[in-house]
């Protein structure tokens, strides 16, 4: 993996308290990421393997059994559906390889012959005693299942739904045999031993009549002092006087030297604090501290805080103190002075707002640690020091130990970013320039080891630059707006947006805008311009190629709502340095031949064979374009069509419409024109890879491809690149997808099932300072580097 690592949502930290450097956390474009070295180093589990949930929400930790080798997980969605199913898997070798398990009741398969479950796993609470193959897992709305073999079996722990649900907390006392169980739930807490649930009873109670709840659940016991400690966070909202309006409450603490076997009988009584959380979480065998959190909803940033509880034998109670908080809202949102910095924390902004998952070692309580939207932090001495796992500094220009603004980073391998395009400068091939949602662009200086965060000097409401072009070894044009993640959902549509371009004469470590805001030529038929405001320039744009002999130096930019626009004469202000002339130029719309200008999305501008040519994509959310989508041409004066006649595929229903939203096309170099589509608009299993052998006239498809990206062509090779990879032999389910390519003009296609990420494909480009090996883009996976298929 390759990027600056971190910079999207995780979720589902989990630490083994077995061997404390394995670590696992995922992301909500399905990655799960495994660490063998204590975050040093993180590598994605196949996606044949496991998959993790988009809803972070509902997304757990993986949960470790009494064998150090076995380990459960399950991916599931928000609620269940017929369409929306919910697995478990079980793996022997410590997360490499995962098969499914069955474990709530039913007997549902899903389309590839996985067991479903019922209900949704929430919390694995295996045992603590080794080879013991004892555990236990809460779930949404089933109650709590047993497993006697280390999780290849389950069944249901016979228990009143009442002591199990809504579940907020498990605590399994191992210190006697049978274990004790301490159920938390949302209206009380409840006890009972292994083995005799029907003497089960309840020993907190929530009263029914009020709104008041348990929001959070946590127990231990040490065994030196045999201190059982039950701390549990209410749902009174007047516990965070004004900073919070929900997910808030007193952290209320049970505390005791006692015996397992007086705890069975004993009255307990729990004592409010004055401190305020939404979760609490300690080691099962620390009974003298816990962690407690602030929660995702709480304003500016308040819920990053994390607070450590250590019991003082002196005042006989626990003393609480901040141990962690992002960055102060009440302080200048100064960021904390005990961690690590990240690439995406300096230089675009510490977001985060709290935590989906929060994780204490089991057995070593000392190390813990949580993740958000945007970074993953984690301690290895109860807070003294926060690292940043997912990112390595390598700036060598840096002694101090300081981490600062544009400064260059490494990878862990902890990647989940969006990337568009990565675009190598092919004057000075060590320059590479990154398109990334949210985070503007990465660019790098060393052919792609490492990669700085750029874009600081564009305006703020710029969140992508969507693609590169180069006029010199240090000269690049780029193109962006305030709209990411094209083309998926709603953001194929048509979108004015705010953006532009830009340039750079400083290999990308500055830039400005180009060229002047008004058109010499605007239109008062574009999508939500009004041209007497001088404007019409600044909006959503996605591609870009630049001519440097024509018209002395033509810059060509393709929108996302307003077709294709030129500056010409830009390359005599570039070599004479006379930058200021820059601002003075204007723009024209050259979009003769396109059709109606209120709705002309342009993703991919390409000058091949000396020509220059553009791809239309339809009108989303209308789709009323069907006739015009495809490849022009520039004649000089006007674009002239070059997709005439559609081949409607024999195993395509003939109520599905043709080219529905094409995102890439290409023409390689025997001159044959290529394009792929993704589905959408209804068209189902219509969209795919096309080929036309005749300049455009007649188009086939080669293949079916329901997410396909980007179409470009390496040589004598053609690759593919997309989503929706579901099969581990390449064939097609609902759609297939993923990284293909083909060396025999498309009669044959191979798909790249040696690398991890196997959906999610958005480009590919080859290593410019080696051609046996490629760099993968992925939405919501980053960069990835390897040897070509």
């Known amino acids: ?360 070692n089991a057995k070593n309580s000392a190390q813990a640690g949580g993740s958000g939207n945007f970074f993953l932090h984690v301690t290895r001495n109860k807070g003294e020091w926060w690292e940043s796992p997912f990112t390595e500094h390598a700036d060598s220009c840096n002694t101090d130990g300081g981490r600062s603004k544009g400064e260059r980073w490494r990878s862990t391998g902890l990647e989940m970013t969006s990337v568009r395009w990565l675009r190598f400068n092919p004057y000075n091939t060590d320059m590479g320039y990154a398109s990334v949602a949210d985070i503007r662009l990465l660019r790098t200086l060393d052919g792609g080891e490492t990669f700085l965060v750029g874009g600081n000097e564009l305006p703020s409401n710029i969140n992508t630059l969507y693609d590169f072009a180069f006029a010199g070894p240090h000269t690049v044009f780029a193109v962006g707006g305030n709209f990411h993640d094209w083309p998926h959902e709603w953001y194929k549509n048509v979108i004015r947006g705010a953006g532009g371009v830009f340039v750079s004469f400083d290999s990308g470590e500055t830039w400005r805008r180009l060229g002047k805001e008004a058109s010499r030529n605007c239109n008062i038929l574009f999508v939500d311009t009004d041209c007497n405001l001088g404007d019409d320039m600044v909006r959503q744009t996605l591609s870009i190629t630049y001519d440097n002999i024509l018209d002395n130096g033509t810059l060509y930019i393709g929108t996302q709502s307003s077709g294709v626009a030129r500056l010409k004469g830009l390359e005599s202000i570039i070599h004479d340095g006379s930058y200021e002339e820059l601002d003075s130029l204007e723009w024209e719309w050259i979009n003769e031949g396109l059709g109606n200008p209120s709705a002309l999305i342009i993703p991919e501008l390409k000058i091949r064979g000396g020509n220059l040519y553009c791809l239309l994509t339809n009108n989303a959310p209308d789709f009323t374009a069907y006739d015009r989508v495809g490849i022009y041409k520039w004649d000089g004066n006007k674009w002239v069509h070059h997709t005439i006649n559609v081949t409607h595929p024999p195993d395509v229903g003939d109520q599905s419409k043709l080219l529905a939203y094409p995102t890439s096309f290409e023409i390689d170099n025997n001159d044959n024109m290529w394009l792929v589509d993704i589905e959408t608009d209804g068209n189902y299993l219509a969209s795919g890879v096309w080929k036309s052998i005749d300049s455009g006239s007649n188009w086939v498809r080669l293949k079916q491809f329901t997410f396909a990206y980007q179409v470009t062509s390496i040589g004598d090779r053609i690759y593919v690149s997309g989503g929706r990879s579901i099969s581990r032999w390449g064939h097609a389910g609902w759609g297939d997808g993923g990284m293909f390519h083909s060396s025999d003009g498309g009669d044959t296609w191979i798909k790249n099932e040696n690398i991890p990420l196997l959906g999610n494909g958005n480009s590919v480009v080859q290593d410019p300072k080696d051609e046996n090996f490629v760099f993968y883009t992925f939405f919501g996976g980053g960069l990835l580097h390897g040897p070509r298929p």
């Not at 209206?187 to 005799?196: E, F, N, R, S, T």
């Open 1 to 360: 993996m390759r990027g600056i690592g971190g910079g999207g949502a995780m979720s589902g930290l989990s630490i083994s308290h077995w061997d404390d450097n394995v670590w696992f956390v995922g992301t909500d474009m399905g990655t799960l990421f495994r660490s063998q070295d204590g975050g040093q180093v993180w590598y994605p589990v196949s996606h044949y393997e496991a998959r993790f949930t988009s809803r972070l929400n509902v997304a757990g930790p993986v949960g470790f059994t009494s064998n150090p080798d076995i380990i459960l997980f399950s991916s599931c969605p928000e609620t269940l559906s017929t369409y929306s199913s919910c697995v478990a898997l079980r793996s022997e070798d410590s997360g490499l390889t995962w098969s499914a398990v069955r474990i709530t009741d039913g007997e549902g398969l899903t389309s590839d012959g996985k067991p479903k479950l019922d209900y949704i796993p929430k919390q694995w609470v295996g045992s603590m005693i080794l080879n013991s193959r004892y555990m236990l897992v809460t779930t949404i709305g089933g109650g709590i299942y047993r497993s006697t073999d280390d999780g290849e079996t389950w069944s249901k722990v016979p228990i009143p739904d009442s002591h199990a649900e809504p579940s907020v907390g498990l605590y399994l006392d191992e210190s006697i045999s049978p274990a004790i169980i301490y159920s938390g739930t949302e209206h009380g807490i409840y006890l009972w031993q292994d083995g005799a649930e029907e003497s089960a009873r309840q020993i907190l109670s929530v009263d029914a009549s009020t709104s008041a709840k348990l929001m959070s659940f946590t127990g231990s016991r040490s065994a030196l002092s045999g201190r059982l400690t039950l701390t549990y966070v209410d749902s009174d909202e007047a516990a965070c006087s004004g900073n919070s309006d929900k997910d808030c409450g007193y952290v209320t603490v049970y505390s005791k030297i006692i015996t397992p076997e007086d705890a069975l009988l004993t009255e307990y009584v729990f004592i409010t604090s004055l401190h305020h959380a939404y979760r609490v979480v300690s080691s099962p065998e620390d009974a003298e501290s816990f962690y407690a959190t602030g929660a995702r909803s709480w304003p500016s940033a308040r819920g990053t805080a994390v607070w450590l509880s250590n019991w003082n034998e002196a005042e006989l109670g626990f003393e609480r103190n901040l141990v962690f908080l992002q960055s102060d809202v009440d302080n200048s949102y100064a960021k904390w002075e005990k961690m690590d910095y990240s690439g995406v924390g300096v230089d675009v902004g510490y977001w985060d707002s709290g935590y989906y998952t929060f994780a204490v």
